[in-house]
C-alpha cells in the first residue's frame, strides 16, 4: 500500500522529525510504499529520505512571522488533500486537524500518531486553549484511528477530548545508540529541544552548584527564531568554564556524547515522552530528571535512574551516581535492558503492522515481517 506520512518540517533536527522517519522504516520494513509529505526538507540533515517519494507544501515556511503558522497550516491542509486521493492511507504526526478535510475529499484511511494535542499546550492563551479544546475533538475524531506517544498524551486526548487512543512509544535504534564501557569520564550531558519553555538554561545553574573536576555539556536543537534565547543559554554557560553548550548537533554527535557520558539530566516535566531520555538510556547512561510527563514512564526510578521534584534532590542524587562508579554501572545495564525491551525498533515495527492490520482489514495479525532496526 502507498501510505503517506506527514510532518511539517525535515530541515531542522529534533526528536519529532526522527520519529517521522521511523514511521517511514517501519512501513518500509512490512513491504508498504511511504509517501513523504513535508512542509520543507534538507536531504543534508534526512539524507534517509533520498530514495523516497516527496511532495513538498507550495509556499515558503514563515519562520517567526506573524500568522506565519497558520498559512503554512493552509499550504499543508491544501498538499494532503491534493494528494491524500492517491494514497491508501496517511499518517499525521502533526497537523492533525487535516484529519476532516482529507477524510471529505478522499478514501485514504487517516491515523493520528499525537505528540501533544494544542489544547494542552501551557504555553498558550488559555481562551485560545479553550477554543482549539472545542474545534480539536471534532476534528480528531474524524480520523480512522488515533495513536499517542505516552500515557500522558492518551490521558490528555482522553481528559480534554473525550477521545479513546492507543499508546504507540517512539522508538529508538538500539543498533545506532549503542552502550559503552567508558563511564568514569565525570561528564554530565543534557539534550533537548533548546525551547524557552523547556528552560533549559536551569541546568547550567544547578551545574554550578556542583564542585568538582565535572563537566556539563547541554545539546539540543534550536529555532532561528530563538535567537534571544540562544544569546541567554551562552551568557549562562560563558559563567563557568566547565560547561559547553551545543546548538544543532547530528546524530552521529549525540551519539558520540551519549556514549562518553557518566550521567544524564533532564529538566522538563511536562515532556510528552522524551525520546533523548531513552536514547541515553540506550547508551547505558543512568538519568536524574524531574519527575512528571513521559520520564515516569520511560525512567524507573531508583533502577535506571533518579526521579525527583526538586533541585536539592536532583544535585543530591547527580552526586551520589557520581560517587559511585558501580552504582552507575549497573544502572546503565539496566538501562539499556528497558529500552531493548520497551522501546526498541522491532517493538515499534510489530505494532505498527498490528495497528495497520487493524486499520485496514479489521484483524490484529502479525507477521514474521517486523524486524528490527
Not at 517519494?53 to 503558522?69: D, Q, R, S, T, V
Not at 514512564?297 to 536539592?312: D, H, P, R, W
Request: net charge neutral; proline share 3%.
Amino acid at each position: 500500500m502507498r501510505i503517506g506520512v506527514y510532518w511539517r518540517s525535515f530541515e531542522t533536527l529534533g526528536g519529532a522529525p526522527r520519529v517521522a522517519l521511523s514511521i517511514i522504516d517501519a512501513l518500509t520494513k512490512l513491504g508498504h510504499t511511504p509517501v513523504v509529505l513535508t512542509n520543507e526538507y534538507d536531504l543534508k540533515l534526512y539524507p534517509t529520505l533520498r530514495d523516497k517519494e516527496i511532495f513538498c507544501a507550495e509556499g515558503n515556511i514563515l519562520k517567526g512571522k506573524p500568522g506565519g503558522k497558520l498559512v503554512d497550516a493552509v499550504n499543508a491542509t491544501a498538499l494532503l488533500i491534493k494528494r491524500a486521493g492517491r494514497l491508501d492511507g496517511l499518517f499525521l504526526t502533526g497537523m492533525y486537524f487535516a484529519s476532516k478535510p482529507v477524510k471529505v475529499t478522499s478514501n485514504a484511511k487517516v491515523i493520528l500518531y499525537v505528540h501533544a494535542p494544542v489544547c494542552i499546550d501551557w504555553t498558550l492563551n488559555p481562551t485560545i486553549r479553550k477554543i482549539s479544546k472545542r474545534a480539536e475533538g471534532r476534528l480528531y475524531r474524524s480520523a480512522d484511528y488515533v495513536l499517542s506517544n505516552s500515557g500522558l498524551t492518551r490521558n490528555s486526548l482522553k481528559e480534554h477530548l473525550k477521545l479513546d487512543s492507543e499508546i504507540l512509544y517512539p522508538p529508538v535504534d538500539t543498533d545506532f545508540f549503542l552502550s559503552s564501557d567508558k563511564r568514569d569520564s565525570n561528564i554530565i550531558v543534557s539534550v533537548c529541544r533548546l525551547h524557552p519553555k523547556k528552560k533549559s538554561e536551569l541546568m547550567i545553574r544547578f551545574f554550578r552548584e556542583l564542585e568538582g573536576g565535572y563537566k556539563f555539556i547541554l545539546a539540543g536543537a534550536l529555532e532561528e527564531s530563538f535567537e534571544e534565547y540562544k544569546r541567554l543559554l551562552m551568557k549562562e554557560a560563558s559563567l563557568d568554564d566547565r560547561v559547553s553548550v551545543i546548538f544543532n548537533p547530528g546524530d552521529d554527535q549525540i551519539r558520540n556524547l551519549l556514549r562518553e557520558a557518566s550521567v544524564f539530566w533532564y529538566i522538563y516535566s511536562r515532556e510528552e515522552f522524551g525520546l533523548p531520555v531513552a536514547e541515553a538510556m540506550s547508551c547505558g547512561v543512568p538519568v536524574v530528571a524531574f519527575q512528571g510527563g513521559g520520564m515516569n514512564e520511560i525512567v524507573a526510578n531508583g533502577q535506571t535512574g533518579f526521579l525527583v521534584t526538586s533541585k536539592e534532590e536532583f544535585l543530591s542524587k547527580t552526586a551520589l551516581l557520581l560517587d559511585d562508579l558501580n552504582m552507575r554501572c549497573q544502572m546503565g545495564i539496566d538501562a539499556r535492558r528497558r529500552v531493548e525491551e520497551a522501546f526498541s525498533c522491532h517493538t515499534f515495527t510489530s505494532k505498527m503492522e498490528t495497528v495497520l492490520n487493524r486499520v485496514f482489514t479489521g484483524h490484529d495479525s502479525v507477521s514474521d515481517s517486523a524486524g528490527a532496526c
